[in-house]
């Protein structure tokens, strides 16, 4: 659907994201500490409930930031336009025999058959969005929404703040166990062992994402067009094998500081599939 669409599986995804986001930060804040543990080793440092206790509030206030930060980038990245082509951004005759040397010019140009629109280089009709998503990356099902064009660079810093929110939440969660083997200690204790294993689980999964992504824009691809380079015209009849890497530094400056990631209406419309 549009931008900002609401429907009941993106309102359903969105709510379990806020609920555990929120649910797991306030959880790790207010839990508490018990009395009767161990010395704390210095470098395992005190749970976030310990400082608020003893009145260290800055570092406590920090975290609940970052998870903030973090909730409030995942709404922004979910319900903004990716990057949908709309028929007024269609290429101009005229400027339809602009071509990228290294793409063989005899790639045909084609309109969307789902939207009728003319496509630029890169872009791909989501049937989940039923749009036309410029420089498109993927359909993402965590956030309900395409990442493409506009939104990809945003995406990226999401999951960069993401991981640091969990990596803190991994170390607060480790911070407050201390394991026996008894029932009085798990019922005590199973909120921040639960927390853990979550927070592993999160963990390794967005450092993975984040992992793979820096590494496609490092070399100015994207995940649709890494998955299915054969399948895509202007990859398989180019000269090189990705024509549009321009080397590591120069691509990781046109992601993430340049207004456009392609040259919008200087392109060839392609057939993409």
């Known amino acids: 659907g549009p931008p900002g669409a609401m429907g009941a599986g993106g309102l359903g995804v969105r709510a379990a994201h806020t609920a555990l986001s929120g649910g797991l930060a306030l959880g790790l804040l207010l839990h508490p500490t018990g009395e009767a543990k161990p010395p704390r080793p210095a470098v395992r440092g005190r749970p976030l409930r310990e400082q608020v206790e003893r009145g260290e509030l800055l570092l406590p206030v920090i975290f609940i930031v970052l998870v903030l930060c973090s909730v409030l980038l995942y709404f922004k990245v979910s319900l903004m ?15 339809q025999s602009i071509v990228i040397p290294q793409v063989s010019s005899s790639i045909k140009m084609r309109r969307c058959g789902y939207c009728m629109v003319k496509q630029p280089m890169r ?25 493409g064009e506009k939104n990809h660079p945003l995406f990226i810093v999401y999951l960069s703040i993401q991981l640091v929110a969990l990596l803190w939440g991994g170390h607060t969660a480790w911070s407050g166990l201390y394991f026996k083997q008894s029932w009085d200690w798990l019922k005590h204790n199973i909120f921040l062992l639960m927390s853990f294993i979550l927070i592993v689980i999160f963990t390794i999964v967005v450092l993975l994402l984040l992992i793979s992504h820096l590494y496609l824009i490092s070399c100015n691809t994207t995940t649709w067009e890494f998955m299915s380079y054969h399948r895509i015209s202007y990859l398989r009849h180019s000269e090189l094998e990705n024509p549009f890497d321009q080397g590591v530094v120069l691509n990781l400056w046109r992601f993430f500081c340049s207004c456009h990631l392609t040259l919008t209406g200087k392109e060839p419309v392609i057939e993409g599939v």
């Open 123 to 147: 872009a791909k009709h989501c049937q989940v969005c039923q749009h036309c998503v410029r420089r498109y990356d993927h359909h993402c099902p965590w956030i309900e929404n395409c990442v």
């Open 81 to 95: 336009d990716p990057g949908f082509v709309k028929s007024e951004e269609e290429v101009k005759n005229e400027e």
